[in-house]
């Protein structure tokens, strides 16, 4: 049955290389059978309808097939290599049939929850990040406030340097008196360009200290609140997950059990796979 199934398209693909030479390059025969009338054949998501068919794939590719008789269904991945013309045989066999008759090929769906869970993440309520405990932050002190108002002196002294470099600067025409000293026009005294930045810095830190003082409390005011808030609402927080992860669960475990029931239930279906040389031209 399989040899004389397995002619027929051989003879198809002969004729098919001989109208057209291009065609056989680059694409191959696919004929897929069926040792029970009715089988329902989709190559690469295309229904070709019931069994026997025929249809020509690109060669070099991977061609996915999938055979439905009634409730049972079954689907393949199979490498198309181009030097062989092929003939899939659909059998249907029950519990009791010989299990290792036949080379059935890899399914392109393994039956495991990992890939039930990937197929069903579309249906599934979405999970969020598992909740933990909450932490306290550490209080922000004045140490850090201190750092942060000598940082701004320092930037004022800076910024501050062309001005001071003028004040230090002996005025024209007449020239002027510094730290008691007489200092002619256009001479500069590094002395008072150093008074002149250091009393800008000291006044800028000692003005933004308070102020960041003031912006700390408030930090730590609302970092103990949302301490507080976060520890009230872990245990529902917690409670709502697991509910929501066992959820997710049973309904995968629900298809499993029902996928399971179809693979290994009364009727089966495998797959036989025969190859026919091509003449190449």
Known sequence: GAGGAGAAPGGGASAARSSSGAVADTSVLLSVLSSVPGVTVMV???????TPVSVRVPRGRLATILAADGDVRRDTVLYVSGRHDLVVTVEREGPAAERGAGAP??????LSRSSLETEMAYVLPPLPRQPVVASMRTPRGARTDLYW?????GIASLASSPHCRRQATAPE????????SYHPAGTFVPSAFLLCGTAIGLTAGAASFPVFRIFSRFANDGARTQYLTDSASFPQRQAAFLQLRQMRESMIDSV?????AEAFGSARLRW??????RRLP
């Open 105 to 110: 090929l890899p399914v392109a769906s393994a």
């Open 272 to 277: 036989r796979v025969d190859t026919i040389p």
């Open 173 to 180: 025409p007449y020239g002027g008196t510094y730290t008691g």
């Open 149 to 153: 108002s000598l940082a701004v002196a």
């Open 256 to 260: 499993y059990r029902q996928r399971q």
């Open 44 to 50: 690469n998501r295309v229904t070709l309808g019931a």
